[in-house]
């Protein structure tokens, strides 16, 4: 198998780098950071109109690109190189996912060419207060509405049908999500960009076991609040949900086989963001190395300062192969494969984007603790991916129960 990029791959990566340097510098980046909104608008439809990268791994049939994984993961390495401000990783690598994932055509038609146009900003709501990735962890609870709502309209007068929808996103995505027959109770935390998407794809817990449900962002019942991060480039949220109108999608109590492969494939993504970012943080300590003088020399022609140039370099090779391994596992389609180099991904390049993120700062000494260098922005957001799909030690106990050791 041939594991080299194509010329094709080759010239993406330069686009969207080329692209990320005009939009991401260090002021875009600080900018929509400490906004409310948490990104620019503006910088989201350019990404959709100029470049397309919101539905380049969505199939053709559903308004996207259809290009592979591999492709994506070059876009995710990019964006993680250039601490990318946006919901992308919240609406590709965890929504569409997961809607391509869940058995119901009739979701994926109606929402994911929104998603793909850049129209819809969209989540999943996984984790709750105990922070848990696994299936116990679901407690949010959901009962169906529909047979109530039945009963009381027999009893009842014929309602005003021309009450005007909810307001929605382009494609119905938050009408069709509000007239589900189904009912939300519970709390959803640490929700990526959950306090501005339009579309939340939310599991919870039926009699007949863990199901997904796709919510409006002005669904009645919902109270959405933004947290306090220590990564502020990227926002999370915790959702309140009571008596919350719900589509469910896919069939009652079959959705965790989907999230499950959901997750991992958005680990994959998250490692190679990970490899991103760690490689922009030892250019940026080579440069100053270069630089920056003591004693009359370069500070990069002292040993210690070149060894632990060297042992980042070398985190961060063995960091890519990982997660490199992972994506072409997600394009040859080999679930148990995926699985597993999707917990070797996550567990090796979680450590190591910290630890070359930590490293930069050492090598620029004083100055690499300042608010106004961008050093100290690597290590937050490498210190919060660290723990965002799961910590380190969770994806290596997943690695020994897959490997059934």
Not at 358 to 369: L, T
Not at 379 to 385: E, H, Q
Request: proline share 4%.
């Amino acid at each position: 198998m041939d594991f080299s990029f194509t010329e094709e791959q080759d010239e993406l990566r330069k686009v969207v780098r080329s692209f990320l340097a005009k939009h991401c510098g260090d002021a875009q980046v600080r900018r929509p950071a400490a906004d409310p909104l948490g990104h620019d608008p503006v910088v989201w439809r350019r990404m959709a109109g100029e470049l397309g990268l919101q539905g380049l791994a969505v199939p053709e049939e559903y308004g996207g690109s259809g290009f592979g994984y591999v492709d994506l993961g070059i876009v995710f390495e990019e964006t993680g190189r250039a601490l990318l401000c946006s919901p992308y990783f919240a609406t590709v690598a965890l929504a569409a996912e997961a809607l391509l994932r869940c058995a119901d055509e009739a979701a994926r038609c109606e929402l994911l060419p929104g998603i793909a146009s850049g129209e819809t900003v969209a989540t999943l709501a996984l984790t709750e207060d105990g922070g848990r990735w696994d299936e116990p962890g679901i407690r949010l609870t959901a009962r169906e509405s529909a047979r109530e709502s039945a009963r009381e309209t027999a009893r009842e007068p014929a309602r005003d049908s021309t009450r005007e929808p909810a307001r929605g996103t382009a494609h119905g995505s938050a009408r069709g999500a509000a007239d589900g027959g189904w009912q939300l109770t519970g709390v959803k935390t640490y929700v990526l960009d959950g306090h501005l998407a339009d579309l939340l794809l939310v599991a919870a817990r039926t009699p007949c076991g863990v199901s997904l449900f796709a919510v409006a962002a002005d669904a009645p019942g919902l109270v959405r609040t933004p947290l306090p991060t220590l990564d502020q480039t990227r926002g999370q949220a915790r959702l309140e949900f009571t008596d919350t109108p719900a589509r469910l999608l896919g069939a009652e109590g079959t959705a965790w086989p989907a999230l499950e492969r959901t997750l991992a494939t958005a680990s994959v993504l998250l490692a190679a963001e990970q490899v991103g970012g760690a490689a922009a943080a030892l250019d940026a300590a080579v440069a100053y190395a270069r630089i920056r003088e003591q004693y009359g020399r370069p500070i990069g022609s002292f040993q210690g300062v070149k060894h632990k140039c060297a042992d980042m370099l070398m985190e961060i090779e063995s960091a890519r192969s990982a997660a490199y391994g992972g994506l072409w596992a997600l394009d040859a389609d080999d679930e148990t494969e995926t699985a597993i180099a999707a917990a070797i991904a996550q567990a090796f390049c979680s450590e190591a984007f910290t630890k070359v993120a930590g490293d930069n700062i050492q090598v620029h000494g004083g100055i690499g603790f300042t608010w106004e260098h961008p050093a100290h922005l690597y290590l937050k957001r490498a210190k919060s991916s660290e723990a965002l799909l799961g910590t380190p030690s969770y994806h290596r106990e997943l690695l020994a129960a897959r490997l059934g050791i």
